[in-house]
């Protein structure tokens, strides 16, 4: 039984001009001990579905439809939920993420910078969401927060410190720290590298990488750099405009891209391997999620688009064990049958 399990998750905004179809439709899988990329534009919906895992969506947001399982139970979904009024639905959703949430499951927000409360230390927000999860002395979070420090590599000196004292290097590892806080069976890092220059993010991944060795943490990275992903996963999930366009193992999606936005995606990135070429950039811009294009959401940006891809949505197909796309031509690209079309 997988750990994570989101099924046709749709996630939209009720705003003036009606409704933002941020997530719409997103499928994926999440083993225990496994880290899966979560990588698109901005704007794609990967922050959206890590909030809609977590159950931290602002008030105009509803999962209107699909189901999220955490290890074996239904948290999004549920028959019970969907027959709720908006107001009960609050309370039922609080109740049964009181227990999961940073206990089960932890978020690494984006932006370190601005997650922390700036009047509070930083040991004590810490010790505020070990204290609000067990049943343990202020004495006892606090040594726990000291073995935290020293996990993540800060100092301890620095516990008392508040988070304008902190550099951004070390923000972030204070964010990881009280991730890890509680032990949870799943962390979900949006763009924790943010902000840093890439010493600093090569560090930081580094440590992510020996802490879910040592503790056996699941762990989703969010993040719009697909370098990022490639240093610490073993899956990619990569989304445009609310839908998933690519979807498997990280070595075969990155060996053989077969979705014609995974391959602009890729090629606009520059390598030290190789011979040098121009990078490539995807023309035009993502489209309107409140008022989106029919069929395949990427056909008028796309080289390969016909037809069918202003009529008809793409399903997610497997093009290999372990590797899913949803483009009519997965296949022909897959094959290197498809030739551009403008």
Same mark, same amino acid.
């Given at each position: 039984?997988?750990?994570?399990?989101?099924?046709?998750?749709?996630? /939209?905004?009720?705003?003036?001009?009606?409704?933002?179809?941020?997530?719409? $439709?997103?499928?994926?899988?999440?083993?225990? $001990?496994? #880290? &899966?990329?979560?990588?698109?534009?901005? !704007?794609? !919906?990967?922050?959206?579905?890590?909030?809609?895992?977590?159950?931290?969506? @602002?008030?105009?947001?509803?999962?209107?439809?699909? #189901?999220?399982?955490?290890?074996?139970?239904?948290?999004? !979904?549920?028959? =019970?939920?969907?027959?709720?009024?908006?107001?009960?639905?609050?309370?039922?959703?609080?109740?049964?993420?009181?227990?999961?949430?940073?206990?089960?499951?932890?978020?690494?927000?984006?932006?370190? &910078?601005?997650?922390?409360?700036?009047?509070?230390?930083? $040991?004590?927000?810490?010790?505020?969401?070990?204290? +609000?999860?067990?049943?343990?002395?202020?004495?006892? +979070?606090?040594?726990?927060?000291?073995?935290?420090?020293?996990?993540?590599?800060?100092?301890? $000196?620095?516990?008392?410190?508040? %988070?304008? =004292?902190?550099?951004?290097?070390?923000?972030?590892?204070?964010?990881?720290?009280?991730?890890?806080?509680?032990?949870?069976?799943?962390?979900?890092?949006?763009?924790?590298?943010?902000?840093?220059?890439?010493?600093?993010?090569?560090?930081?991944?580094? =440590?992510?990488?020996?802490?879910?060795?040592?503790?056996? &943490?699941? &762990?989703?990275?969010?993040?719009?750099?697909?370098?990022?992903? +490639?240093?610490?996963?073993?899956?990619?999930?990569?989304? /445009?405009? !609310?839908?998933?366009?690519?979807?498997?193992?990280? #070595?075969?999606?990155?060996?053989?891209?077969?979705?014609? /936005?995974?391959?602009?995606?890729?090629?606009?990135? @520059?390598?030290?391997?190789?011979?040098?070429? @121009?990078? /490539?950039?995807? %023309?035009?811009?993502?489209?309107?999620? +409140?008022?989106? @294009?029919?069929?395949?959401?990427?056909? %008028?940006?796309?080289?390969?688009?016909?037809?069918?891809?202003?009529?008809?949505?793409?399903?997610?197909?497997?093009?290999? %064990?372990?590797?899913?796309?949803?483009?009519?031509?997965?296949?022909?690209?897959?094959?290197?049958?498809?030739?551009?079309?403008?």
């Amino acid at each position: 039984m997988a750990l994570l399990e989101v099924q046709d998750l749709k996630v /939209y905004f009720d705003i003036v001009r009606g409704q933002v179809k941020a997530v719409d $439709g997103v499928t994926f899988k999440l083993e225990k $001990g496994e #880290t &899966m990329g979560l990588v698109g534009e901005s !704007g794609c !919906g990967k922050t959206t579905a890590a909030f809609a895992i977590t159950r931290l969506l @602002p008030d105009n947001g509803d999962i209107v439809g699909g #189901t999220i399982t955490f290890d074996g139970r239904i948290i999004a !979904g549920s028959e =019970e939920e969907r027959s709720l009024t908006k107001r009960k639905k609050a309370k039922y959703v609080d109740q049964i993420m009181r227990e999961i949430r940073w206990d089960e499951i932890s978020l690494i927000f984006q932006s370190a &910078m601005n997650a922390f409360n700036p009047v509070h230390k930083v $040991g004590d927000q810490i010790a505020e969401a070990i204290l +609000a999860h067990e049943d343990i002395s202020k004495q006892d +979070a606090r040594k726990r927060v000291v073995e935290l420090f020293k996990l993540v590599g800060l100092d301890v $000196g620095r516990i008392d410190a508040y %988070p304008h =004292e902190y550099s951004g290097g070390m923000r972030q590892r204070a964010m990881i720290a009280m991730a890890l806080a509680c032990n949870p069976q799943l962390i979900i890092a949006d763009e924790p590298t943010t902000a840093l220059d890439v010493i600093m993010q090569d560090r930081v991944l580094a =440590e992510i990488r020996d802490l879910q060795r040592k503790l056996g &943490m699941a &762990m989703i990275i969010i993040t719009h750099d697909i370098s990022v992903v +490639a240093e610490v996963a073993k899956k990619i999930a990569i989304m /445009y405009a !609310g839908r998933l366009m690519e979807y498997g193992d990280i #070595t075969a999606i990155f060996e053989r891209p077969s979705n014609p /936005y995974s391959i602009g995606l890729m090629a606009s990135f @520059p390598s030290i391997i190789g011979e040098k070429k @121009p990078l /490539y950039s995807i %023309p035009g811009s993502p489209p309107d999620l +409140a008022n989106p @294009p029919s069929g395949c959401r990427f056909h %008028p940006r796309c080289k390969y688009a016909k037809s069918i891809c202003k009529e008809e949505n793409p399903e997610l197909t497997e093009v290999e %064990p372990n590797h899913h796309s949803a483009c009519h031509f997965a296949l022909e690209i897959f094959n290197g049958q498809l030739s551009e079309v403008n």
